[in-house]
Nanobody, 130 residues
Framework: QVQLLESGGGLVQAGDSLRLSCAAS????????MAWFRQAPGKDREFVSA????????YYADFVKGRFTISRDNAKNTVYLQMNSLKPEDTAVYYC???????????????????????WGQGTQVTVSS
């Protein structure tokens, strides 16, 4: 069982920055693929970013490329999402997700799919005012 705890959300103005953190339990965090998803009111949950355990490969949704950066600190069992140049449309609950299987996929397709992730945090609210 993997437990995930997000933090760092809040209310900011457009153009501001936030850094989300997700602390994970488990002894083998370095072999987890970690991801961030988000869900805005009335919308489906969508992929934001992922960082693969192997080689630290990262993936981003097009709408955050150049603004958000995902990173991890294996010594702290923590994954981060640095969010810059925030926009009102970034307003959502942000969820951390983990795949602890150690599986590596050649295709990026799998990392974008929420069913790949077995464990989810409770979410942290990010609100961006205009």
């Amino acid at each position: 069982q993997v437990q995930l705890l997000e933090s760092g959300g809040g209310l900011v103005q457009a153009g501001d920055s936030l850094r989300l953190s997700c602390a994970a339990s488990g002894r083998t965090f370095s072999s987890y693929t970690m991801a961030w998803f988000r869900q805005a009111p009335g919308k489906d949950r969508e992929f934001v970013s992922a960082i693969v355990w192997r080689g630290g490969i990262t993936y981003y949704a097009d709408f955050v490329k150049g603004r958000f950066t995902i990173s991890r600190d294996n010594a702290k069992n923590t994954v981060y999402l640095q969010m810059n140049s925030l926009k009102p449309e970034d307003t959502a609950v942000y969820y951390c997700a983990a795949d602890p299987s150690g599986t590596y996929y050649e295709s990026a397709y799998y990392y974008f799919r929420d069913e790949k992730y077995d464990y989810w945090g409770q979410g942290t609210q990010v609100t961006v005012s205009s």
